[in-house]
């Protein structure tokens, strides 16, 4: 895809994102909207994978870390075709395949059941390892929160990355700045972060966590980092392209009710129309 097309599809998951939470009438808009861009180069370029044979041995694997953002997930599952994008109205509902968090038991193309916050990049530490016992080329990507760093457990798998060289794992940060109950560095700062990651034999590279550009550029140089795994830090904005709801910690977890979703599709509609005439 080329950077237009990229965007074009960055903007139909953020409806799918809504949409789902909408339908939900619950769920996390904030840090999947500020994900999205990172989910939409993720599973439309950079993963080798394939929704025809979601468990294909060689494929590389994807570990969402902040469970909670599964909207922004499943919205790129579906939108790669790996199910149905009109299943992302079942979002929540008792009895559909599509949980809260990540199941990998029920939903294709789930490499990790996720959501304990701080475990996900254990389990990808886990997976790169093995590749690397096994002589496997495929590759591993987890994605954290920000305010998940807080988490100790984080750091226990960075070290063990860093020791083992894991040259085959990429670990993305998404910093929108913003958790549950406020700033991250108003709650328990975890900056700098890229000195963190860095001290602990990380290669790291800081993007706008909306720029294609920029991460296509970061996501070349992991692969060609040979001997140390990758950190991307990637700035991003909480609620990106809902305009009520970017950079607003009251946005993390809760669903619009019928007015603010129409408010919602209005803006991405508007923002999709601005991306045609381009």
Known sequence: MNKSELMKTANEIRKSIVTAVHAAKSGHPGGSLSAADIYTYLYFEELNIDPKDPKKADRDRFVLSKGHTAPGYYSALAHRGFFPVEDLKTLRHTGSYLQGHPDMKHIPGVDMSSGSLGQGISAAVGMAISAKLSNDDYRVYTLLGDGEIQEGQVWEASMLAGFRKLDNLVVIVDNNNLQIDGRIDEVNSPYPIDKKFEAFNFHVINIDGHDFDQIAAAFKEAKETKGMPTAIIA????????????????????????????????????????????
Request: charged share 35%; proline share 2%.
């Open 235 to 278: 700035k991003t904005i909480k609620g990106k392209g809902v305009s009520f709801m970017e950079d607003q910690a009251g946005w993390h977890g809760k669903a619009p009710n019928d007015e603010e979703y129409k408010i919602a599709m209005e803006d991405l509609e508007k923002a999709g129309e601005a991306l045609c005439q381009k």
